[in-house]
């Protein structure tokens, strides 16, 4: 059930870019995320997703945006009060090693801390991006059955291939926010450096 993935999407960011910001997905995103999610999975490395599915779990989504669009997006979606997922984590070609990923992780784990979640754990092919963040891996048993929903849907069902990881997401969170979105310069982030905390980012003001 192909939940994360960081390579392809339908065009990158104009050469030069330098700059992008972590912010919550609005309606307006919807065609963007469509676009930039079932081009991995066309390719068979992440599960398709409807326009109505998008809209259902808008809420759950975070976007990278640029001054050319949105060229990276991740969600963070609840199954106990104490357990969440990052899932649909794509970051476009332009944007892969300017940080973006490990950007959008830091947002939800912010998110998570400040609702009180306190284990997020992720399906990926690429386990090594999350083990720098912090992420060990485990068993998908110990994980709670509500999380193998999409797996009915998926073609690897029989024969899934992904990695399961989780981290405990530190303690003494202060409840959600309003602050608004970060902006970033890639150059001051690298994959090696340790995952930036972000604020919580809620009700966005989207001007498409």
Not at 47 to 68: C, G, I, K, Y
Not at 89 to 101: F, H, N
Request: overall charge neutral; hydrophobic content about 40%; glycine content about 8%.
């Amino acid at each position: 059930m192909y939940r994360t993935a960081i390579g392809t999407s339908p065009r990158s960011p104009a050469p030069g870019e330098a700059a992008f910001t972590v912010r919550k997905a609005c309606m307006a995103d919807i065609p963007a995320l469509l676009a930039l999610i079932n081009g991995f999975a066309a390719r068979g490395i992440m599960l398709s997703r409807t326009e109505f599915e998008m809209a259902e779990n808008l809420r759950d989504f975070s976007v990278v945006q640029t001054a050319e669009g949105v060229f990276g997006c991740a969600a963070l979606h609840f199954y106990t009060p104490k357990v969440a997922e990052v899932r649909s984590l794509a970051i476009a070609p332009g944007l892969q090693g300017s940080g973006a990923g490990k950007a959008l992780v830091a947002a939800l784990e912010a998110e998570a801390q400040a609702y009180g979640v306190e284990d997020v754990f992720a399906f990926t092919y690429i386990p090594e991006f999350f083990g720098r963040l912090g992420f060990t891996t485990i068993d998908r048993g110990e994980l709670p059955l509500k999380a193998w929903k999409d797996c009915l849907r998926c073609p690897k069902f029989q024969c899934c291939d992904e990695v399961a990881v989780i981290r405990r997401i530190p303690h003494g969170h202060k409840g959600v926010d309003d602050t608004h979105s970060v902006g970033y310069d890639t150059n001051l982030i690298s994959e090696g450096d340790p995952a930036v905390l972000l604020p919580v980012l809620r009700n966005p003001r989207c001007n498409p």
